[in-house]
């Protein structure tokens, strides 16, 4: 899958855009601040109908204007397809695809996959569970529409129970309807993670290994849930805290809670890395996840690359780029400050590329 061209209006501080891409390599050079960001955001939003910076949908529209606007072309199994989003203050964001609107957005994840790595990723690592807990989700869902069903119903069903615990209700025919969905759910997201852990896994040591270079620093995944235990059930595992949550006034045990533990050398990444080791087992992740997407998909994702050599030593900058300029990876956008690493990236993918300067949320061709 390519992206062909997109065209941006009112988006961030994006005025009015329009680009065509190169089917290989993509790069955005400027200072920071400048708008590089937020073109890769355009693109992340028409996959994800949100943004990865966390804005809401009405912070992303350009300040004095009263929309945004995001359209692109995908070349996707060999047809060309149209994607449009428009965002306005007030109402519900319309995406549509090939002219016709989405009624349940969901229904979209998936289809145009991407992988994005940039600055925030640390948060993943040193930041709450609920950071590495929307990794797991945001990979996962792309290849496993059934886990998003899991996920929304389990969500739904889980507001409902914490409502009931902040009224205090004592009727317990409806704890028991509602957690028997809450069990339901909660099964089959279970089963999906410890999978897709296990199997990013070996993946992912290869990623670090190559970039790492010298193989003295050993990294591990490993899924943290309390439905690991033997013969564990939500149910069981509700019933058991259920004097607890009646304190608390919400739900103390789950999926909600599990969280992904990332280690080094047997430690707990977050506490014993560097900022070069986190940023480099981010980075070993994103590329990790784009692999697991492309081997389980009939699609290869877009891969959006911002800004990821920032605080990292020469020799790993050199590992990275002999990495994403290999056979195994599709399209590519990347963002820097630096040309020299930007020439180095094109140089030794030998193909057609693209090369832009940005300046205030404008692009020019270089």
């Known amino acids: 899958m390519t992206l062909k061209e997109i065209q941006i209006t009112g988006f961030k501080n994006i005025a009015d855009a329009r680009l065509e891409f190169s089917p290989n390599v993509n790069a955005l050079l400027g200072n920071n601040g400048m708008g590089k960001s937020n073109l890769l955001d355009a693109i992340y939003f028409l996959s994800f109908c949100k943004s990865f910076s966390g804005m809401t949908d009405s912070q992303v529209i350009r300040r004095g204007d009263d929309f945004a606007m995001v359209r692109a072309v995908y070349l996707r199994h060999g047809i060309d397809e149209q994607l449009s989003l428009g965002i306005t203050p007030g109402r519900r964001k319309s995406l549509k695809r090939q002219g016709k609107e989405y009624q349940r957005l969901s229904a979209h994840i998936g289809a145009f996959p991407l992988v994005l790595s940039s600055p925030q990723d640390v948060d993943i690592i040193r930041g709450a569970s609920d950071e590495r807990r929307r990794l797991m989700d945001m990979v996962i869902s792309q290849t496993d529409p059934l886990y998003l069903d899991a996920l929304i119903r389990y969500g739904r069903a889980l507001d409902q129970r914490n409502r009931m615990l902040r009224d205090a209700v004592t009727d317990r025919s409806l704890f028991a309807a509602v957690e028997l969905q809450m069990d339901m759910a909660a099964t089959a997201i279970h089963a999906a993670r410890s999978s897709w852990v296990e199997r990013l896994t070996a993946i992912f040591s290869r990623y670090y290994e190559a970039i790492a270079g010298d193989?003295?620093?050993?990294?591990?995944?490993?899924?943290?849930?309390?439905?690991?235990?033997?013969?564990?059930?939500?149910?069981?595992?509700?019933?058991?805290?259920?004097?607890?949550?009646?304190?608390?006034?919400?739900?103390?045990?789950?999926?909600?809670?599990?969280?992904?533990?990332?280690?080094?050398?047997?430690?707990?990444?977050?506490?014993?890395?560097?900022?070069?080791?986190?940023?480099?087992?981010?980075?070993?992740?994103?590329?990790?996840?784009?692999?697991?997407?492309?081997?389980?998909?009939?699609?290869?994702?877009?891969?959006?690359?911002?800004?990821?050599?920032?605080?990292?030593?020469?020799?790993?900058?050199?590992?990275?780029?002999?990495?994403?300029?290999?056979?195994?990876?599709?399209?590519?956008?990347?963002?820097?400050?630096?040309?020299?690493?930007?020439?180095?990236?094109?140089?030794?993918?030998?193909?057609?590329?693209?090369?832009?300067?940005?300046?205030?949320?404008?692009?020019?061709?270089?």
């Open 215 to 366: 193989g003295a620093e050993h990294v591990a995944l490993s899924y943290d849930s309390a439905l690991n235990a033997p013969g564990a059930t939500l149910t069981s595992l509700l019933d058991a805290s259920r004097r607890r949550d009646e304190a608390l006034r919400h739900t103390s045990t789950g999926p909600h809670r599990d969280d992904l533990e990332m280690l080094i050398d047997g430690m707990p990444m977050r506490r014993a890395a560097s900022q070069g080791q986190c940023k480099t087992y981010a980075i070993a992740l994103r590329l990790a996840q784009y692999e697991f997407l492309r081997d389980n998909m009939s699609l290869r994702p877009l891969l959006l690359l911002d800004d990821i050599f920032d605080k990292l030593d020469a020799a790993r900058v050199e590992r990275i780029m002999e990495l994403v300029a290999g056979d195994g990876f599709g399209q590519i956008f990347i963002t820097d400050t630096n040309r020299t690493h930007l020439d180095e990236i094109m140089r030794r993918t030998g193909s057609d590329y693209s090369l832009w300067h940005v300046d205030s949320g404008a692009f020019a061709p270089l």
